[in-house]
């Protein structure tokens, strides 16, 4: 069995974010999930896996009479959504008892999920949806993944050293990360690593009680094919 990702695996993670220019793809990839908002009626939404809070943000600020909630299972990147004035906390599904209009899940959230995890995540995401609501999210293509995340990263910002290692085979991507961080007069050294799991449209089609409304494909580093797609699940009433 493959072992979950750890809390202190995305802590790392969210420590380095900014070092990794990954975020510089976020406001178009975002733009797609505002637009499919537009067609809808909600007042309210749980982002899973909020990370430091961006895409609430703007959520808030396009919708302020909406209700919006953040969960992320890394401690480190829910303190940095609440400096970020969202309110977000560290919960799992199962512990909110509450149902939302809509849930998200933006920027590969749901490829963190270990094939063990992936069919009690949407079993549990059942209690945090009204009837009738969605699940919008996006995934890595297979592309994504083989293509265009792969390969060696190196970036010295002065008082953090980083250096990432990443590789795809039979559907797991694995990125090795390697952190020296500025203590004081020395330099703390951590390592983790973080899997992502290509998940196809089978995958969605054949959960039970979900009706897959609109599939996305999206071209957002403008490569020769489509490096994520975005889906749109119905809850079943
Ligand atoms: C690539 S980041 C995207 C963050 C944010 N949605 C955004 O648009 O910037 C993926 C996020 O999913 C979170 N995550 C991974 N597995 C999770 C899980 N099982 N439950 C909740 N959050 C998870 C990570 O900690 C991280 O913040």
């Known amino acids: 069995?493959?072992?979950?990702?750890?809390?202190?695996?995305?802590?790392?993670?969210?420590?380095?974010?900014?070092?990794?220019?990954v975020k510089d793809a976020a406001p178009k990839l975002y733009r797609h999930y505002f637009q499919?908002?537009?067609?809808?009626?909600?007042?309210?939404?749980?982002?899973?896996?909020?990370?430091?809070g961006?895409?609430?943000?703007?959520?808030?600020?396009?919708?302020?009479?909406k209700e919006f909630f953040g969960i992320d299972k890394s401690p480190q990147m829910v303190q940095f959504a609440k400096e970020n004035g969202v309110d977000a906390n560290v919960l799992e599904l199962k512990e909110i008892n509450q149902k939302f209009d809509i849930a998200t899940a933006v920027f590969d959230m749901v490829n963190y999920l270990t094939p063990q995890e992936f069919i009690g995540f949407f079993e549990d995401l059942k209690s945090v949806v009204k009837e009738g609501g969605y699940f919008i999210f996006d995934v890595n293509t297979e592309f994504g993944l083989s293509e265009v995340a792969v390969g060696n990263f190196i970036s010295d910002s002065g008082d953090r050293f980083l250096a990432i290692e990443s590789f795809y085979e039979g559907g797991v991507y694995e990125s090795f990360f390697t952190l020296f961080e500025r203590d004081k007069n020395c330099y703390k050294k951590e390592v983790q690593?973080?899997?992502?799991?290509?998940?196809?449209?089978?995958?969605?089609?054949?959960?039970?009680?979900?009706?897959?409304?609109?599939?996305?494909?999206?071209?957002?580093?403008?490569?020769?094919?489509?490096?994520?797609?975005?889906?749109?699940?119905?809850?079943?009433?």
Request: glycine content about 6%.
């Open 36 to 52: 499919i908002f537009e067609k809808l009626e909600f007042n309210s939404l749980i982002d899973i896996g909020c990370g430091r």
């Open 54 to 65: 961006d895409f609430l943000l703007e959520l808030g600020n396009r919708y302020p009479q």
């Open 1 to 21: 069995m493959i072992e979950p990702n750890s809390k202190e695996a995305l802590d790392l993670y969210a420590k380095i974010e900014d070092l990794i220019g």
């Open 193 to 237: 690593t973080i899997r992502q799991f290509h998940y196809s449209e089978e995958f969605f089609k054949m959960l039970g009680g979900w009706e897959l409304s609109i599939k996305l494909p999206m071209k957002l580093y403008d490569l020769e094919s489509y490096d994520k797609i975005l889906y749109v699940l119905k809850k079943e009433c």
